[in-house]
């Protein structure tokens, strides 16, 4: 069994993801684990992360010249990994699988001389490194950690979470790492080709996840039995992230069957941001701003495709509404604010002095002649409920809650705000900007050395698929945003 405290594991993991290298241009080496059960893949490309490191700033870092002999051994071997053992021409791939209901992490990695893997390791560790040749198997010290498969290094460890419920607790023995040499890969094309897409070679690290894997693992399979299944067949999700000079960028797009696509593309065709929804709402003075469109019809396909529309419909028959008079109040428009906090003072313990109370507003399109049971059901079930956290307007075409009721006057007198952060911009469905002060004020504590400016997030469905890409901008961009991350200038 692999104890938490095994520093071997961990270290071996550390240094991978730091060390100098070169990555390949294909996935074939992870692709012959991956099985149907297999439910993500990532891909760091060291050669990208390298040349983004402070190594210089790092190398003169103070605590450095303060560390024992052993702490600059590793360090030196952290800084200069192709003496390692390791083979530079491969990236490192981290999987997560589904073994008999419980998740098992695998980190793989391409060994090009053993002997020195073992020398440099050992040192490293404090444990004896040692890869036996005959049994295939990599232990430290006394401990197995992991297997090699002709030059492929995989280390894996259980997550055990179903231990707690009585189950079996599932150990990386040598029958395990056995039966993973063995694995038949996957002959799903379309798995093949979404990770082959999705694991580039041009970022710092990708992602591919299996929705209908991981879907279909919480539902304990019960998914399978629901004709929304034909829909979430071979769906899959792709991540990317790319350390940039004074910004960090993410992106990602959904991988659906072609009908699940159309079903997306027939109820987001024409549909965008409705930038009307703010006309009279002023963002300038927000910390945080969103708008944007969700389909409504979709969410209602979704449900009576899962066969929930009967339970859905049972829920609501006590207050005399069915699922279509919820979905149909709403036409699927959104915006929100959050507003700059303000000082109050608290209205139960004065001693305690000020406060930064919360201040938002959030408006969603409405449909007042389809879904009238639905507004006679807020106006005179969910008011005074809601009127006791804030104050509520409806308009012919919106509902409109804002904690202080003076961020409704825009919309009472028709004034047409300043607006001049939003940038309209077309084919999208949603964006999103937001300041850093709530996340710099967490980053204080840290050794930061930049703050985040804003962070924009925009989105569209694009051919039945949704995209989106995140872009975090600091206010230094001199270096990479590892540099200051990492605590240096």
């Known amino acids: 069994m692999i104890k938490n405290n095994l520093k071997a594991l961990l270290l071996l993991c550390l240094v991978s993801t730091v060390m100098i290298s070169c990555g390949g241009n294909s996935n074939e080496v992870v692709l012959k684990y991956v099985t ?75 060994l090009d001389d053993v002997k020195i893997f073992e020398q440099k390791f050992s040192k490293l560790t404090r444990k004896e490194v040692k890869v036996d040749a005959a049994k295939k198997t990599v232990y430290a010290g006394s401990e197995l950690i992991g297997t090699l498969d002709e030059d492929v290094l995989i280390l894996s460890k259980f997550t055990n979470y179903n231990n707690s419920y009585g189950q079996n607790y599932q150990e990386t023995d040598e029958k395990y790492y056995a039966d993973f040499r063995a ?36 539902s304990k399979g019960y998914i399978e039995s629901l004709a929304v299944n034909k829909l979430l067949l071979n769906a899959a999700l792709a991540v990317s992230v790319r350390f940039e000079k004074g910004e960090i960028v993410m992106a990602s797009q959904t991988h659906f069957n072609d009908e699940m696509r159309k079903v997306v593309e027939k109820y987001y065709q024409g549909k965008g941001v409705n930038y009307d929804m703010v006309k009279n709402i002023e963002l300038d003075d927000t910390s945080g701003y969103g708008i ?107 509902m409109v809650f804002a904690t202080e009721p003076a961020k409704l006057e825009g919309i009472k007198k028709n004034k047409i705000a300043n607006n001049t952060k939003l940038n309209k911009e077309s084919d999208l469905n949603s964006i999103s900007w937001m300041d850093g002060s709530q996340i710099n004020e967490g980053l204080r504590y840290t050794n930061m ?30 270096e990479n945003a590892i540099h200051y991350f990492m605590g240096y200038e």
Request: aromatic letters at 6%.
């Open 36 to 110: 149907d059960k297999t439910l993500a893949v990532s891909r760091i490309n060291l050669n990208e992360l390298d040349g983004k490191l402070p190594k210089e700033e790092i190398a003169k870092d103070p605590k450095m010249q303060n560390m024992s002999d052993n702490e600059k051994e590793a360090f030196q071997l952290l800084m200069n990994g192709e003496s390692a053992g390791i083979n530079m021409d491969e990236p490192m791939y981290v999987m997560v699988d589904n073994v008999n209901n419980d998740m098992a992490v695998s980190i793989l990695m391409s």
């Open 292 to 398: 944007g469109f969700f389909s409504m019809d979709l969410v209602r396909y979704m449900v009576k495709e899962a066969g929930l529309e009967s339970a859905a419909n049972n829920m609501l028959a006590s207050q005399e509404l069915t699922l279509d008079d919820v979905m149909n109040a709403f036409t699927g428009d959104f915006a929100y604010a959050n507003f700059k906090y303000f000082q109050n003072y608290s209205e139960d313990n004065m001693q305690y002095g000020v406060y930064p109370k919360q201040n938002m507003l959030l408006a969603l399109g409405i449909d007042k002649a389809k879904g009238k049971k639905m507004m006679d059901f807020i106006n005179t079930k969910m008011m005074p409920m809601i009127q006791s956290q804030g104050t509520v307007m409806m308009t012919n075409s919106m």
């Open 449 to 478: 050395r930049a703050n985040i400016k804003d962070i924009v997030s925009k989105a569209k469905v694009t051919d039945g698929a949704f995209t989106s890409e995140i872009k975090i901008t600091l206010d230094k961009n001199k």
């Open 183 to 218: 694995r038949k890969a996957t002959e799903n094309e379309s798995v093949q080709e979404q990770i082959k897409m999705a694991l580039t070679e041009d970022t710092d690290m990708s992602l591919w996840v299996n929705l209908h894997g991981v879907i279909n693992t919480a």
